[in-house]
């Protein structure tokens, strides 16, 4: 998958998918699933706004995208000359003159140009002087509610990690490259690799879970600890601090996907070190439980 962060390209012959694709769920798969159909070269058109806040960072959705059948990803700045750049000419200039788009697939409820002016019946009246189809597709509907994003961020602020995640149909995850800790959990016996999410990242509440972690390219089962670490001393930022089952070796320096399954308990302070290991046991036992059984996937 190629990525493109400019105007300054030409592709040819594409079937176009435009959104925030904030989490890139269901609903939005289904998008780059009709393109595909097309036979054509599928594009991703998706936008960089500037507080980075998102269901996943940036370089967190490359990751994801990539899998998903997208040949080219254009990304975006929303910068003030483009939220004022006209649906005329976003067509014009981006979707014909970059992309040569012969087909645009989106949703029912997308907007685009100077303050959401056009709509998607207005791009498929465009798609008639410029030489492109339009495909809009329905909004997607599970346990009778619409697949959004906003609904999607409300199950992760209640730690409803099972039901978001049946929604993003790849577990919510972390990303990030493990940052030496306080080694506490190692003179525990519970050696564990530390990470900091992206800025402005959309987070669930801080606590335990149990996790599934991506580590150079075998996948381990886990438990993790999201917050501040309140028992440790100090100010510590707010991170992912987890600890890999079966992994034996260094992973300092190494890029982690941590994707969280099931939310546990909230994160609490202990009144001694013994007390936090004796609780990280059980801890262990709840994850182990959780992952070996029927709610483990999506």
């Given at each position: 998958?190629?990525?493109?962060?400019?105007?300054d390209?030409?592709l040819n012959?594409t079937?176009?998918?435009?959104?925030?694709?904030d989490g890139?769920?269901?609903g939005?798969?289904?998008?780059f699933?009709?393109?595909?159909?097309?036979?054509?070269?599928?594009?991703?058109?998706?936008?960089?706004f500037?507080?980075?806040?998102?269901?996943?960072?940036?370089e967190?959705?490359?990751s994801l995208?990539?899998?998903?059948?997208?040949?080219?990803?254009?990304?975006?700045?929303v910068?003030?000359?483009f939220?004022h750049?006209?649906?005329?000419?976003?067509?014009?200039?981006?979707?014909?003159?970059?992309c040569?788009?012969?087909?645009?697939?989106?949703?029912?409820?997308?907007?685009?140009?100077?303050?959401?002016?056009g709509?998607?019946?207005?791009?498929?009246?465009?798609?008639?002087r410029?030489?492109?189809?339009?495909?809009?597709?329905?909004?997607?509907?599970?346990?009778?509610?619409?697949i959004?994003?906003?609904?999607?961020?409300?199950?992760?602020?209640?730690?409803?990690?099972p039901?978001?995640?049946?929604?993003?149909?790849?577990?919510?995850?972390i990303?990030?490259?493990?940052?030496?800790?306080?080694?506490?959990?190692?003179r525990?016996?519970?050696?564990?690799?530390n990470i900091?999410?992206?800025?402005?990242?959309?987070?669930?509440?801080?606590?335990?879970?149990?996790?599934?972690?991506l580590?150079?390219?075998?996948?381990?089962?886990?438990v993790?600890?999201?917050?501040?670490?309140?028992?440790?001393?100090?100010?510590?930022?707010?991170g992912i601090?987890v600890?890999?089952?079966?992994?034996?070796?260094?992973?300092?320096?190494?890029?982690?996907?941590?994707?969280?399954?099931n939310?546990?308990?909230?994160?609490?302070?202990?009144?001694?070190?013994?007390?936090?290991?004796e609780q990280?046991?059980m801890?262990t036992?709840?994850?182990?439980?959780?992952?070996?059984?029927?709610?483990?996937h999506?």
């Amino acid at each position: 998958m190629r990525i493109l962060t400019d105007f300054d390209f030409k592709l040819n012959n594409t079937a176009v998918c435009i959104g925030k694709f904030d989490g890139l769920h269901k609903g939005h798969r289904l998008l780059f699933s009709e393109a595909g159909r097309s036979g054509l070269e599928v594009v991703m058109i998706t936008f960089l706004f500037p507080d980075g806040g998102g269901i996943y960072a940036m370089e967190e959705k490359i990751s994801l995208a990539g899998g998903l059948g997208i040949d080219d990803m254009v990304i975006i700045p929303v910068t003030e000359e483009f939220m004022h750049m006209s649906p005329e000419r976003f067509v014009r200039e981006i979707l014909v003159g970059r992309c040569d788009a012969k087909e645009v697939v989106v949703g029912a409820d997308f907007c685009f140009g100077y303050r959401r002016s056009g709509t998607a019946e207005d791009l498929r009246e465009a798609g008639g002087r410029y030489g492109y189809s339009t495909k809009i597709c329905e909004k997607l509907t599970q346990g009778g509610e619409i697949i959004s994003s906003t609904r999607i961020r409300r199950l992760l602020a209640e730690g409803r990690l099972p039901e978001a995640n049946a929604l993003l149909q790849t577990p919510y995850f972390i990303q990030g490259v493990v940052e030496p800790g306080n080694r506490i959990g190692r003179r525990m016996m519970v050696p564990t690799a530390n990470i900091r999410p992206a800025e402005g990242k959309v987070l669930p509440p801080h606590g335990v879970y149990s996790v599934r972690v991506l580590a150079g390219g075998k996948q381990y089962d886990g438990v993790g600890n999201l917050g501040v670490k309140p028992t440790i001393p100090g100010e510590n930022p707010v991170g992912i601090e987890v600890w890999l089952f079966d992994y034996e070796g260094d992973l300092y320096g190494q890029n982690l996907t941590v994707s969280l399954m099931n939310f546990q308990r909230p994160e609490r302070k202990f009144s001694s070190v013994d007390k936090l290991r004796e609780q990280i046991q059980m801890d262990t036992e709840e994850a182990k439980r959780f992952l070996a059984g029927p709610g483990r996937h999506p």
